[in-house]
T-cell receptor
């Protein structure tokens, strides 16, 4: 089955901890994205990557970090510098980089700070 | 700041009626628009995309784009209770997709 997988589905973080959210795709898509969704708000872009070993900051990158060492993987680390990390995190991918291409979403990770 | 605006709703329609969801955008340069459906606790799933002025139909769904008025809409014919969800409008602004906050649709049987 082709698609985007995210793990874990639920994640709990203690104050001061860094946590890493996994995103894997087997669609052979070039571009990958991380969004954050808070209740009653639209999706906000954290980071995106159009090609392996390259990524750009989105609108709310502070307190987050990413890597893109393989085409199919785009993990997101939520660092202790992110003061309000409780949210629903969505990974997406699109076939073409840079263009207005359709983005497809993974199932999401719900992060809660204890 | 490029923005996409949607009425948060909820929009309530009876089963079998037409649901009309609307979206406006601020970036005149936006060329393509997407409608996603999101069930509670789930991730968004693509319903339709539209690039050209006019209407685009796919089954019970029709997307409409009016670039002069900077207006996008989604019509759902013969609405079903299973259509109850949040509908997200998104427009491609420059190098990223800009999302509206979504409209909650409730279809009553």
């Amino acid at each position: 089955d082709g698609g985007i997988t995210q793990s874990p589905k639920y994640l709990f973080r203690k104050e001061g901890q860094n946590v890493t959210l996994s995103c894997e795709q087997n669609l052979n898509h070039d571009a990958m994205y991380w969004y954050r969704q808070d209740p009653g708000q639209g999706l906000r872009l954290i980071y995106y990557s159009q090609i392996v070993n390259d990524f750009q900051k989105g609108d709310i990158a502070e307190g987050y970090s990413v890597s893109r060492e393989k085409k199919e993987s785009f993990p997101l680390t939520v660092t202790s510098a992110q003061k309000n990390p409780t949210a629903f995190y969505l990974c997406a991918s699109s076939l073409l980089p840079g263009g207005a291409d359709t983005q497809y979403f993974g199932p999401g990770t719900r992060l809660t700070v204890l | 700041q490029k923005e996409v605006e949607q009425n948060s709703g909820p929009l309530s329609v009876p089963e079998g009626a037409i649901a009309s969801l609307n979206c406006t955008y601020s970036d005149r340069g936006s060329q393509s628009f997407f409608w996603y459906r999101q069930y509670s606790g789930k991730s968004p799933e693509l319903i339709m995309f539209i690039y050209s002025n006019g209407d685009k139909e796919d089954g019970r769904f029709t997307a409409q784009l009016n670039k002069a008025s900077q207006y996008v809409s989604l019509l759902i014919r013969d609405s079903q209770p299973s259509d109850s969800a949040t509908y997200l409008c998104a427009g491609w602004g420059g190098n990223k997709l800009v999302f509206g906050a979504g409209t909650i649709l409730r279809v009553k049987s």
